[in-house]
């Protein structure tokens, strides 16, 4: 129990979590969309995008630890990019439940020009074919963008707990 306390209160545990779990989600998002046949959306796709600017951000604080300013640099970047997911995430939930009837404009938003951009790149990784409204698989009740909106938030204060950090 006691090595336990001691890796949670390390000043790299929410380095390491961040990173490791922005990695969990990436992978597990692509295994479901294969396993389940599920198509992601562009918002599906802009989460994945943040998870992975999570990861390589908290890689960076791990990487300049020993430098204060870099560790609170990548805090802020971390922070800022779960903050963003809880953004996303909540949009495409508000989409889901209460939305549905969403109608697109004819004009493409930046974030749905970059999701195209790096679907045609890493189509993969980041190909966009589904609706944002449509919820396509939940499991206890909640959507995979109501589990996202849960996880970043988790995230979000764990960057935070490190943007706060003395040491």
Not at 66 to 75: E, I, S
Not at 77 to 94: D, N
Not at 136 to 163: N, V, Y
């Amino acid at each position: 129990m006691r090595q336990i306390n001691h890796l949670i209160l390390s000043p790299r545990f929410p380095f390491f979590t961040v990173l490791l779990v922005g990695v969990a989600m990436v992978v597990c998002g692509v295994i479901l969309a294969q396993l389940l046949r599920l198509a992601a959306c562009p918002l599906c796709i802009l989460q994945r995008m943040l998870y992975i600017v999570l990861a390589l951000s908290a890689g960076l604080g791990l990487l300049v630890f020993k430098y204060p300013a870099g560790r609170r640099l990548a805090a802020l970047l971390m922070t800022a990019s779960a903050a963003t997911g809880v953004f996303v995430a909540g949009y495409q939930t508000y989409i889901q439940r209460f939305a549905q009837d969403t109608v697109c404009s004819n004009q493409v938003a930046w974030w749905e020009a970059l999701v195209d951009w790096a679907g045609e790149i890493a189509p993969r990784l980041f190909y966009a074919s589904g609706l944002c409204s449509d919820p396509a698989w939940k499991f206890i009740g909640l959507s995979i963008a109501e589990w996202s909106m849960l996880a970043f938030s988790a995230l979000t204060l764990l960057s935070f707990r490190a943007l706060l950090r003395r040491e």
